[in-house]
């Protein structure tokens, strides 16, 4: 699984960008990327040279940590794509978005991608019945993701069903929260993925 090496608000600060990484924190005054919208550092205000590289570099990291995944993964996720008919960029978001901790976050049955990615890893996900352990396992159309019977009073998924989930889920996903269940009803199209990257800087950068 994969873990931050920083504080996640700094990676927010970092990108420049709210990314909504602990959940609903992110949604209250005591987000630090609202109180504190510069770069971290001990010369965070220092003026940088932005230069094309450096633009698509920033893009690829903020899709790694927009949806927690590490430098290799991520490159296979590019590969996958590039064999894939059609736009690439577009292929490679909707691999990423279809990933299980992201549609468990989705959903609405985890606060936010990293306890997703926990609750996985822990077993307490169904896929069509079965349980599933790996957060990077890739959804498919048709698929009715669920929360394990036992796994339906533990106190994050209690949280998480009780705040209503985090967002309202896309229109590519049905969701029952009170049942905590929901079903792949297609993959997403680029208009309802609503990761904050521009993936055309994504493709140029591992074009060269």
């Known amino acids: ?11 927010c600060r970092r990108e420049r960008q709210k990314l909504f990484l602990k959940g609903q924190r992110c949604f209250t005054d005591k987000c630090s990327f609202e109180r504190k919208p510069y770069l971290p550092g001990q010369r965070p205000k220092t003026r940088l040279i932005e230069t094309e590289f450096y633009a698509q570099l920033r893009e690829k990291q903020k899709a790694k940590r927009y949806y927690g995944v590490l430098e290799r993964q991520f490159r296979n996720y590019y590969k996958k794509a590039v064999r894939r008919r059609g736009i690439t960029g577009e292929i490679l978001l909707q691999l990423l978005e279809t990933r299980l901790d992201n549609v468990v976050y ?8 990293a306890q997703a990615k926990q609750l996985i890893s822990h077993g307490h996900i169904m896929v069509d019945g079965e349980k599933v352990d790996i957060p990077s396992y890739q959804v498919k159309e048709g698929q009715e993701i669920s929360v394990a019977p036992k796994s339906r009073e533990i106190l994050p998924v ?7 989930g985090s967002l309202t889920p896309p229109a590519w996903l049905e969701v029952n929260l009170e049942e905590l269940k929901g079903k792949v009803l297609r993959l ?21």
């Open 1 to 11: 699984m994969s873990i931050p090496k920083e504080p996640v608000c700094k990676i």
């Open 158 to 164: 209690l949280e998480a069903k009780e705040s209503g």
């Open 106 to 113: 989705l959903m609405g049955f985890a606060m936010s991608r």
């Open 188 to 208: 997403p199209t680029r208009e309802e993925i609503k990761a904050p990257v521009d993936e055309r800087m994504i493709v140029e950068l591992y074009s060269k």
